[in-house]
């Protein structure tokens, strides 16, 4: 299956990491016989995986930038605008984009455990680290969002950019008239920042992590 000598040890070394040249053999097959048998498939599920890693890598290390992420979120918004100006059309796209962005916005203030969703004798017996404080003399515990910051900015950031590639696409540039889009986003936005509004002072929380009491 394999020729003997510099290939296979060079397909050992690239694909399998290590081992003899036996074991690298029994590898190779039994890595050929998921894929289907074939050596294509085997090149292909490798290049997937190296390229998720480095993916993941590269999200792994500008998590940190807080500022410099959400600026380059900023940015790409403005390019889409600029975009829609300029063509003059795709109102449907945005119009989509725009409700997607708001129900992300509306996960990423709501807490992780919902009050009107679990009852209070759930609360005590599962696990209470994305609950809400509901005495004033509580311990301090972290807002935890149902969808987290960096979860939310990659969100944002995917739809953006598929937005924009959207408008590169005629065929999507559907007729409808932009104005009675406009009111039902609006009245969407409405409707939705009045429930989110009512259900924090309801149960008196702020989507955000504030009042640890500090010790001196």
Same mark, same amino acid.
């Given at each position: ?18 081992? =003899? ?8 097959? *039994? ?7 074939? !050596?294509? +498939? ?7 995986? =190296? ?11 500008? =998590?940190? @930038?807080?500022? *410099? $992420?959400?600026?380059? +979120? ?5 390019? @889409?605008?600029?975009?829609? $100006? ?8 945005? @119009? ?14 709501? %807490?992780?455990?919902? %009050? &009107? ?8 017996? $599962? ?11 509580? &311990? ?5 969002? *149902?969808?987290?910051e960096f979860r939310f900015w990659l969100s944002v950031v995917r739809a953006l950019a598929i937005a924009l590639a959207c408008t590169f696409v005629p065929l999507l540039d559907l007729p409808v008239f932009w104005p009675v889009l406009v009111a039902y986003f609006a009245v969407l936005v409405v409707l939705a920042l009045r429930h989110q509004i009512m259900h924090m002072i309801k149960y008196h929380? !702020? ?6 009491? $500090?010790?001196?």
């Amino acid at each position: 299956l394999f020729p003997r000598g510099r290939p296979l040890g060079k397909f050992r070394r690239r694909f399998l990491g290590g081992g =003899t040249q036996a074991e690298s053999v029994m590898d190779a097959q *039994q890595v050929m016989r998921e894929a289907g048998g074939s !050596l294509d +498939a085997v090149l292909l599920a490798r290049a997937k995986y =190296t390229l998720r890693r480095r993916t993941q890598k590269l999200l792994d290390d500008i =998590t940190p @930038y807080l500022g *410099q $992420r959400w600026l380059f +979120a900023l940015a790409l918004l403005l390019g @889409y605008v600029v975009r829609i $100006r300029t063509v003059g059309g795709f109102f449907i796209v945005t @119009y989509a984009v725009g409700v997607y962005l708001l129900s992300l916005l509306i996960s990423f203030l709501t %807490p992780r455990m919902d %009050p &009107e969703l679990v009852s209070s004798a759930q609360l005590d017996v $599962r696990d209470d680290s994305g609950a809400l404080p509901d005495r004033a003399d509580d &311990e301090y515990r972290p807002f935890v969002r *149902q969808l987290a910051e960096f979860r939310f900015w990659l969100s944002v950031v995917r739809a953006l950019a598929i937005a924009l590639a959207c408008t590169f696409v005629p065929l999507l540039d559907l007729p409808v008239f932009w104005p009675v889009l406009v009111a039902y986003f609006a009245v969407l936005v409405v409707l939705a920042l009045r429930h989110q509004i009512m259900h924090m002072i309801k149960y008196h929380y !702020l989507p955000f992590s504030h009042g640890k009491r $500090r010790y001196r």
